[in-house]
C-alpha cells in the first residue's frame, strides 16, 4: 500500500511539475497566466489517460483496478439497498432454483461414473427395448466375441448385478448385499486400483467355479469389517459358498451401478456356481443375456468407427448362431445416451424440471436487468461526468459489470441457501429398498461449482445490456440534467417486452403446475386398480442361503400355505413383481396370427410370475375368463392371463380366450390365454394404458419371489407373525422389503408424482414473485418519469381517477400481453407434457384458475404505484427538479 | 487534441519514441519537460505528440532498466524527477542505431526505383 501511493503521488508530482514548466515557458513567450496554463495542459494531453497507461506499465493493474471496481461497486450497491436487496433476492430465486435442479439431476443422470476418465467410457451391447425403456445388454459368449474382435476398445469388461446372501462368517445368518459378478479386467480396464490387498488375476477369469475370491467395495468393508486391514485371507459367505477376501475398492470408486452400492466384486466365471439354473450354463448360452458391458475407446477412435467394427463382428455372429443372434445386432452409447434410454422417463423429469429452473433464472435475470436499467437515468449524470473526464468506455461497462458481479455473487450466496432448502425437499423423495443406495441430493463440490457458474452466467446475461446502455449517454444532455429527458421510447420498449415475458413464462409455469396437479389427483381418484390397504408385502431369495431349485420351490409352496393358516390372514399370494415396484420383469411374445411390421418378429412386454391366489388378493379383477388355478401345473398346458391391452392389441374385436402366442421366439413354446385381466397402473400413477402378461409360477419357476399376505386387521400387525412363520421354514432365510402396501403405496404412488407438483408449482410461485417485483418496478418507474407530466394534468383540472386509470392502463397491457403470449406457450408445453402424464386432455380448468389469478395479482402490483402517481401534489410535482 | 488531429502528423511508433528518448538522454540527465522539448525541437515540430504521452514510455523504459530515474533539484531550486540512460541503455540505443540505419537504408533502395519511374 505505502509503495503504491508513493509510487502514485510521485506521478501526480511529474505531471504537475511537467505543466507548471511549461506555463512558465508559456508566460515567457508572453501568454496571459490563465491562457499559458491551458496551453500547457493541451500540450500535456489528457492526464488521467496519460496515468492509466503509466500504471498499466507498472503492472498488475488490472488486478487494482478490479479491487478499485470491486470498492466501488460496494459502495453504490450500499447507497441503494432497495434495489441491491430486490435484485440480490431475484437473483437467489433464481440461482437457489438451478442449484437445487442440479442436484436432482445429478443424482438421477449427470452424475459420472466413478471410474478413471469416465468420458472414455461407453457401453455396447444388444438392445433390448420394453415399452420405452431400452438397454444395452450381451451374453457371455458374445462378449468375449467382442471382446478379442475388435480394436477400438482399450478393454471391454462385462458384469452383472445381482443381490446374495453374504455371511461374514461360516455360521452367521446371511444379509442380502448388492454385489457384481466381473470379467477379469474390470478393475484394470476402469482404471481403479485397490485401497488393500489385489485385484483379479488373469487366470481367475479363466476356469468355472475354480477361484472363489472377492474384492471388498469400500462401504461394505466399512459397514460389516470396521475398515478392519487385516480383512484380507478372511472366508466369507455368498450364497452358502466360501470366498476368500483378497482386496477391497478404494473410496471413490462405489461401483458400476447409478443408485446401489456395490458391497463387493466376484470373478465372472463364479457366476455358473451362484445361477442355480440347471437349464443352461449363464457362460455358454448366447440367449442369457444378462451381461452389461462398457469398453474404453481408444485414443482417438470414434463412437461411430467403434460402433461400425462391433456392427461387422454383430453381423457374423448372425450368421454363426442364427438361433441365438439373429437379428440380433449391436449398439454403442455414450454413459450419458445408455442412461436416457435406460429410463426415459426420468430423464424427461430432469429436463422438465431444469428447464423450468431456466426459465425462473430467465426470469429474474430479466427483473435485475429490468432493475438495472431504470437506474441508468439516475446514473447518467455520474457516468457522464466520468466519461467527460477521460474514463474509457470500456472501462466504464467493466466497472458496471463489476457491479453486476457483485450483485450475482451475494446473489449466488443467498442462492444456495435456497437450493439446500430445495436440496432438502428432494431429500424427502423415499425409494422403498433395503439395500444401501448412493442416489442421493447433495450440495456438493459440483452443484457448488455449477450454481458459481450459473451466478456468473446471469451477471453477463442481466449486466451486460444495461451496462452498454448506460454508457451510451449524450455527454452534454446528461450533465445538463439527469432526469428531465423525456422517456425513450426505446428504452421502455425492452423493459416492457421483458415484464411482458415474464408474466408470460410464470402463467406458463403455474399452468404446468396446475396441470400436472390437476392430472395427478384425476388419476389418483381412479384408484389404483388393485388393492392398497390390508397388504403386507415381504420379499424371499432362497438361493441366498443356496437352496437348490426344487428346494426354492418347495419353500414358496410352504410359505404361501403356513403364511394362509396363520391367524389374521384372509388370503396371501405370490408375486415376482410388485405394482409400483422397481424390479419388473418382461416377456418377449409372438402372438399367433399377428402379422407383426417387417424385420421385427416379437415383442417385449411387461410380464409377472405369479401364483393362483394373486389376482383375488391383489383384488384385480379378471374380465374374462379364468384366473390361474392349482391344476396349472408344471406338466399341465401352459397358460397365461393377459390384460385388456393385449387382447385389444393382438386381437381387436376378438375373444382371446383361448388364443396362443409363442413364447421367447419362433421355437418357443405355444402358451395359450385362459383369462383376461383388467388394465391397472403398473409403474407410475399416469403411464399410458400398458400391455402386461401374466404367467403362473407353477410353469415359470422364479428365484425370489415377494409374498402378498392380506390381513383382516392392521396390515403391519401380521409383520411378526410372519416373520415367525418364516423363521419356523428356515432360520438362516433372509427377509427383505417387509412393508405395507399402503406405505409402499404412497411413497411410490403419491409422493413422487406430488412432489413434482410440489416443485413446479414452487417454480410457478417463484416466477409469479419475480413477474410481481417486475411489474411493480416497471410502472412506479414509469409513472415517477412522468411525475412533472401528471402535475401538469391535475393542475388543469385531471381528476384522480383519470390519472390512476392512465397509469394502471400502461400495466395491465403489459399484463394482458404477457398472458395472451403465456398462453400460447403453455398449449404447447401442455403437449410435451402428455409424454409424462398421460390421458390427460387440454384441461381449461386449469386456465379459468390459473389466468384471473395472474390477473388480479399483476393489476395489483400495477395499481400501487399507479395509486402513488395519482395522489401527486400537483404543486410539489411542478416544483420539482 | 483529438485522436483526428493525431493522424495527419506522423504516427510515432512505440518503438521509435523510446529511442527517440534515449537519443536524448544521450547529452545528459534531464526531466520529463525537457525531454518532450527535446523531441519535438530536435525533430523541428514534425515529430509531434501530446507531451503527456512521453510519460508511459518513460516509466516503461525505466521498468526495462534502460533508464533511470532520481528525485534531484533543478537549476531554479525545484524538486524534479531526472532521467539518466543506464549502461544497459547505452548498449541497446547503439543497437538500435545501427538498426535504424539499415532498415532507413532499405526502405530507401525500395523507394528510390519508384522515383526513377516517376521521372522518366
Known sequence: MKFRQRREESLDNEVRDYIDRETQDNIAAGMPPEEARHAAMRKFGPVQNVKEETRAVWGWVWFERLAQDFRHGRRMLAKNPGFTVVAVVSLAIGIGANCATFSFADAMLLRPLTVLRPSEVVTVGTVVSLEGFSSLVASYRDYIDFRDQSKSFDGLVAFTDSTYGFATERDAPPQIRFASLVTGNFFRVMGVQPELGRGFRPEEDLVPGRDAVLVLGHDLWTQDFAADRSVLGRKVRVNGIEFTIIGVAPERFSGMNRFLQTGFYMPIMMWPRLSHDPKSNPLEARDRRGLAIKGRLKPGVTISQAQAELASIAKNLERAYPDTNRNRGVAVRTEMEARVQQSPPDAQLVAMISALSLAVLLVACANVAGLLTSRAPVRAREIALRLAIGAGRYRLIRQLLTESLLLAVAGGFAGLGFGYLGILFFRRLQVPTDLPLKFSFELDQRALLYSLAVALTSAVLFGLAPAIQTTRTDLVKALRSATSDAPGRRRLWGRNLLVAGQVALSLVLLAVATFIYRGVSHELSQGAGFRTDHLLTMSFNPALVNYSESQTQQFFRQVTERARSTPGVKSAALTFSVPYGNQQDGATILPEGYQFPAGKENVNIFANTVDENYFATIGISIARGRSFLATDTATSPRVAVVNEEVAKHYWPGQNPIGRRFRLDDRNGPWVQIVGVAKTIKYLWIAEAPTEFLYLPLSQHPQQQMTLLAESFGEASALTAPLREVIHGLDASQPISNIRTMEEFYRMRAVNTPNMIVQTVAAMGVMGLVLAIVGLYGLVAYAAGRRTREIGIRMAIGAQQNMVLRMVMRQGLILALSGIGVGLIASFGAEKVLHSLFHGSQTDFVTYLLVVPALLLVTMLAAYIPARRASRVDPMIALRYE | ?120
Open chain 2, 1 to 120: 487534441m483529438s485522436t483526428e488531429d493525431l493522424k495527419t502528423k506522423i504516427d510515432l511508433l512505440q518503438g521509435t519514441l523510446d529511442m527517440l528518448i534515449l537519443r536524448t538522454l544521450l547529452f545528459g540527465p534531464a526531466h520529463g519537460h525537457a525531454i518532450a522539448h527535446a523531441i519535438e525541437h530536435g525533430s523541428e515540430d514534425v515529430l509531434q505528440v501530446e507531451h503527456g504521452s512521453l510519460y508511459p514510455a518513460l516509466h516503461r523504459l525505466v521498468k526495462q532498466g534502460l533508464i533511470s530515474a532520481k528525485e534531484g533539484t533543478s537549476e531554479n531550486n525545484r524538486r524534479a524527477k531526472f532521467y539518466s540512460l543506464t549502461v544497459k541503455g547505452r548498449k541497446k540505443l547503439t543497437a538500435e542505431n545501427s538498426k535504424w540505419e539499415r532498415l532507413t537504408q532499405a526502405i530507401a533502395r525500395i523507394m528510390r526505383p519508384v522515383e526513377e519511374e516517376g521521372q522518366p
